[in-house]
Each structure stands twice: as C-alpha cells, then as structure tokens.
C-alpha cells in the first residue's frame, strides 16, 4: 500500500493506523479480485461459445486476447483520469 494514503492520519495512535492500513489493503485486494473476476467473466461470456474442445479455437484465442487487453487499457485510463482529476481538486483546497 502507498504510504502516502495514511498521510492524514498522522495524530491517529499506531495501533489505529495499522488497523486503518489493514483495511485498505483488504479493501484493494477485493477491488483487484472484482474487476479480475469481470475481465474473465465479460471475455468469456463474449468471445467463447463453442464447448466441443477442451482448448480454444484460434478465433476464441484472438478474441479472449483483444478482450482482455481493451479491458485493461480502458482500467488504466479511468485510473488516470481518477489520479488527474484528484490532484485537481487537492491543488483547488
């Protein structure tokens, strides 16, 4: 975890903070699992529609990859648009 997110709570006792840090570090370990989960969950439900294989089809393959990666791409942009728009609003206060 960033140590830069406990910042403000610097006149917490020790024993608060830990607890605190437990909590975001749980806290972001589920938002992980989740958008996890709806990656493989949307690519699957998209891209697979054939069960007569065990393994892919070369077409399921290429689509599963392209899922995945327009997934991520688009996670990481809202997350920078998130940061941008955060550190805005830190320099209005």
């Known amino acids: ?19 605190m840090s437990a909590m975001i570090d749980h806290l972001q370990l589920r938002d992980s699992l989740r958008m996890y989960n709806s ?14 294989r065990k393994t892919l089809q070369k077409q399921e393959e ?9 997934f991520l ?6 997350g920078m648009r998130f940061a941008e728009l955060n550190s805005q609003a830190a320099m209005q206060d």
Request: glycine share 4%.
């Open 73 to 78: 791409k688009h996670s990481m942009r809202v």
């Open 62 to 70: 290429t689509c599963v990859t392209r899922c995945a990666e327009k």
């Open 1 to 19: 975890m960033d140590k830069n997110m406990l910042a403000g709570l610097e006149g917490l006792p020790e024993e608060d903070k830990n607890r």
């Open 39 to 52: 990656l493989v969950e949307r690519c699957f439900t998209d891209c697979v529609d054939n069960f007569t």
